[in-house]
Every structure is written in structure tokens, then in C-alpha cells.
């Protein structure tokens, strides 16, 4: 596996992340919202020591019909996904509640809630299954997975009218947070049933989500998005190598019994980089993919 400036990029975003959010919230960046949004700061958890904010987006109608119940998304880096005040690099967001927005008030995907959990300083270690002992990171995503499973779900299921049930249950997020989100979908399909796995840092650990997947004794029932972008890396080789891995992957996925055609979708985007504006270009196709309107 090649170390390279963008991977160790990757490793560092959490502790950079942490730093320029301290700053930004200081109020230099313009807010961006849309639609109602609601925030549950400083949340605690028992499993881990950092104190995070979880934001949420209510969908169109939802004070008003006070009887409808809704399916819910639940995002990695909640920061990067409604505000670009707030954003990893200011104006940089996924612009995820304008596209919500609209393709709800279109009618092309069912209304949903969006829930953005915040990262901290500890960002890599708490989105990885394992220590990577190459960079002598990570390996708290069993706990992470307990913050989500056993604090921010049951919070949001009591505090708002959701779904509960897998099939309208989703996780999802990008880089280590699409890493996560498999590494978690896969360890509890009974919670989340449909995943969002953008961009994912597949080469963390030497890959070790690939033997994660060609391990499964059976294959839970998960819907899938996959994707890449094709200048994902620092210089050419590096991102040829990055799309190579998204590809073991994929065929990883496939081997166990995913199908194209119904429930994975893998997507290759020619040109896309590995940075906000590139992932905001995706969250129409993945809200259709795994809400689409039935």
C-alpha cells in the first residue's frame, strides 16, 4: 500500500478538523441552512470521552402532520452536511438539506430526517475497525457504533417521529466515515438496512473492510451505495490506486451476493476529488437511490 500525502491527509482531517471548527464557530462564515434544524449539543456519551453535537433536519410538513412517521439518514462528519459556517472548510458543504429539500418537495424521495452526528479530535481512530499499525491509529468504531446504536438512535427515536425499523433505517458518510458506515451497516443490519459508502478509505488498516466483507457468513440484507471518484489521490498513481481499492471492494461485494441490478449501487465519478464540493454533487443520486418515493 502506498503512504501518500492524501491518506495521511485522511489521518490528520480529525485533530485539523477540530482546530479550524473551534475557529469558524466563532462566527466568521456565513449560516447556510435550510429547513427546519434542530441541534442537541454538547452530547454525552458513556462509551466515548469527547462531547459532540448532533444536528438534524426535519423534512417539509413535518409540524404539520403530527401523525406521519419518518425514515431516517444518519450522516458521519455532521459539520460538513447542512452549514458551510461550520463546514471543514468554510462555504464547503454537502448542501445536504438544500437537495433534501427539493427532491422531497418534487416528490422524487420520501420525506426523511437527516441526522448529522459531529466528529471530534479522536475522528480517526473512533471512524476505524482497527489500529493501522503503519500509522499507529484508529480502532474505536466498536465504540462508536455503541455511541450510535445505544445513545444517538434511541435520543432521536424519542424525540422525533421516526421509523425505527432497518428497512427505514440509513447510515452513511465519506472517506473513514464511508469506511464506518460499511464496517457498521455490516455489524448491525438488524438497526441500519440501507448504506451510504462514499468515497471510502478502503486502504486503511491494509484494507482490512474488503476481508471484513469476504469473511460474512451470510450476507445480511443491506441496500448499498458505493462510489469513487477518479482523482481521488494526491498525484495520478495515487488516485488510480484509491478507485483499484473502491473496486476490490465493489467485487468483494459482489462475491457475497450483492447485485448490481437490485440491491448495490457502485458508482465510478470521472474527474470527482476527494473534498466536500465533489460529495454534494452526489447526495441527489444517493437520496434517490436508498429513498426513492415508492
Do not use: C
Not at 153 to 180: E, M
Not at 253 to 280: M, R, V
Amino acid at each position: 500500500m502506498l503512504e501518500t500525502h492524501a491518506r495521511r491527509a485522511v489521518l490528520l482531517s480529525g485533530l485539523v478538523f477540530a482546530l479550524l471548527f473551534s475557529w469558524s464557530s466563532m462566527a466568521l462564515g456565513q449560516h447556510t441552512l435550510t429547513g427546519e434544524i434542530r441541534y442537541h449539543r454538547n452530547f454525552h456519551s458513556n462509551f466515548l470521552p469527547a462531547d459532540r453535537d448532533v444536528i438534524v433536519y426535519l423534512p417539509p410538513g413535518y409540524t404539520t402532520d403530527t401523525q406521519k412517521r419518518y425514515p431516517v439518514l444518519y450522516m458521519q462528519d455532521g459539520q460538513n452536511l447542512f452549514d458551510g459556517a461550520t463546514s471543514f472548510i468554510q462555504g464547503n458543504e454537502w448542501r445536504m438539506d438544500e437537495t433534501a429539500q427539493s427532491l422531497i418537495q418534487s416528490g422524487a424521495i420520501e420525506p426523511l430526517i437527516i441526522v448529522g452526528v459531529y466528529n471530534t479530535r479522536d475522528r480517526t481512530d473512533e471512524y476505524t475497525p482497527a489500529r493501522d499499525p503503519k500509522y499507529k491509529q484508529g480502532g474505536k468504531a466498536d465504540l462508536y457504533g455503541r455511541l450510535l446504536v445505544e445513545e444517538v438512535k434511541p435520543l432521536i427515536d424519542a424525540n422525533y417521529r421516526t421509523l425505527k425499523d432497518a428497512q427505514n433505517t440509513g447510515l452513511g458518510g465519506s472517506s473513514l466515515g464511508g469506511l464506518v458506515s460499511l464496517y457498521l451497516g455490516l455489524k448491525y443490519p438488524q438497526v441500519f438496512g440501507k448504506l451510504a459508502v462514499v468515497s471510502p478509505s478502503v486502504w486503511f488498516a491494509d484494507r482490512i473492510i474488503v476481508r471484513d466483507v469476504l469473511t460474512l457468513k451470510t450476507k445480511p440484507r443491506l441496500r448499498l451505495w458505493v462510489d469513487i471518484g477518479t482523482s481521488e489521490g494526491q498525484d495520478e498513481l495515487d488516485s488510480i490506486q484509491t478507485a483499484d481499492d473502491a473496486r476490490l471492494l465493489r467485487d468483494a461485494l459482489i462475491a457475497k451476493g450483492w447485485k448490481t441490478a437490485s440491491d448495490l449501487s457502485y458508482t465510478e465519478i470521472p474527474g470527482a476529488q476527494h473534498n466536500e464540493p465533489a460529495w454534494a454533487q452526489r447526495v441527489e443520486p444517493i437520496l434517490k437511490y436508498l429513498f426513492k418515493k415508492t
